[in-house]
């Protein structure tokens, strides 16, 4: 901020500058969390076709599913 100030620009620029960094970086990961979250669904569904009796025990662990 104080190189804001050195410069002759308003600290309210530096605030508001902030902020929208801020909220640029918290939509960046937010796409990053949906994608992961799709991705390990997608991963989740494959594994069963594949393994569904290892995938049976893992949803019992994880209180998913119940056993069957």
């Not at 508001?16 to 669904?41: H, P, W, Y």
């Amino acid at each position: 901020i104080f190189r804001y100030i050195d410069q002759g620009r308003n600290p309210q620029l530096y605030t508001k500058e902030c902020l929208e960094r801020a909220l640029a970086k918290n939509e960046q990961v937010k796409g990053k969390i949906d994608t992961m979250k799709k991705f390990k669904s997608l991963l989740i569904q494959e594994l069963t076709k594949v393994f569904p009796e290892d995938m049976a025990k893992y949803k019992a662990i994880r209180g998913e599913d119940p056993p069957p």
